[in-house]
T-cell receptor, first 116, second 115 residues
Framework: GAVVSQHPSWVICKSGTSVKIECRSL??????MFWYRQFPKQSLMLMAT?????????EQGVEKDKFLINHASLTLSTLTVTSAHPEDSSFYIC????????????FGPGTRLTVT | AQKITQTQPGMFVQEKEAVTLDCTYD???????LFWYKQPSSGEMIFLIY??????QNATEGRYSLNFQKARKSANLVISASQLGDSAMYFC????????????FGTGTRLKVLA
């Protein structure tokens, strides 16, 4: 099956610093990648959609200057949390939609971010 | 606006019994897809089953089946012969048919299988 990886799996950073999370599709090319945020005991909330080579589309209420998304290739998307604060502590999950399929997204294992 | 509703925050089921997790949805788009995902404590999202809006038959995948009632806008997940490893969070999701391929997720149901 299609595999999506995320790195790092967990990260702790100090308030005010920036953190980059990578999302890679390992055995397929992804037309579109999605970034979700999940707070404890809550559902997944879509943050943004990114297509290779174009600017990401952010959901309402998500600060695009704080959550920088780069989809540089068909297998890699990155999410950078800039000037992180404790309220940004969350579980960040990416997913990727293969070029060949129209509906399914394959999810990465998630990255747990803790901002101290 | 599209919406997914899961009304059961938590469910218990005895091992080897069947359990139904409820999901209702709302959309005005005739083309949509419905998914169920399992999220164990590790956090990974595990795809279980998919139902397209135009599919005539209910989807089945091993012990998982989707009870799709289009007129009632419900897509309940049935897990047969529950196993201890089925204890996890279960999310119902809908793919918007607008061409953006975005998913919206329900609030989830936490299933606990009892030995």
């Amino acid at each position: 099956g299609a595999v999506v990886s995320q790195h790092p799996s967990w990260v702790i950073c100090k308030s005010g610093t920036s953190v980059k999370i990578e999302c890679r599709s390992l055995d397929f090319q992804a037309t579109t990648m999605f970034w979700y945020r999940q707070f404890p005991k809550q559902s997944l909330m879509l943050m943004a959609t990114s297509n290779e080579g174009s600017k990401a589309t952010y959901e309402q209420g998500v600060e695009k200057d704080k959550f920088l998304i780069n989809h540089a290739s068909l297998t890699l998307s990155t999410l950078t949390v800039t000037s992180a604060h404790p309220e940004d502590s969350s579980f960040y999950i990416c997913s990727a939609r293969p070029r060949r399929q129209s509906y399914e997204q394959y999810f990465g294992p998630g990255t747990r971010l803790t901002v101290t | 606006a599209q919406k997914i509703t899961q009304t059961q925050p938590g469910m218990f089921v005895q091992e080897k019994e069947a359990v139904t997790l409820d999901c209702t949805y709302d959309t005005s788009d005739p083309s949509y897809g419905l998914f169920w995902y399992k999220q164990p404590s590790s956090g990974e999202m595990i795809f279980l089953i998919y139902q397209g809006s135009y599919d005539q038959q209910n989807a089945t995948e091993g012990r998982y089946s989707l009870n799709f009632q289009k007129a009632r806008k419900s897509a309940n997940l049935v897990i047969s012969a529950s196993q201890l490893g089925d204890s996890a969070m279960y999310f119902c999701a809908m793919r918007e048919g607008s061409g953006t391929y975005k998913y919206i997720f329900g609030t989830g149901t936490r299933l606990k299988v009892l030995a």
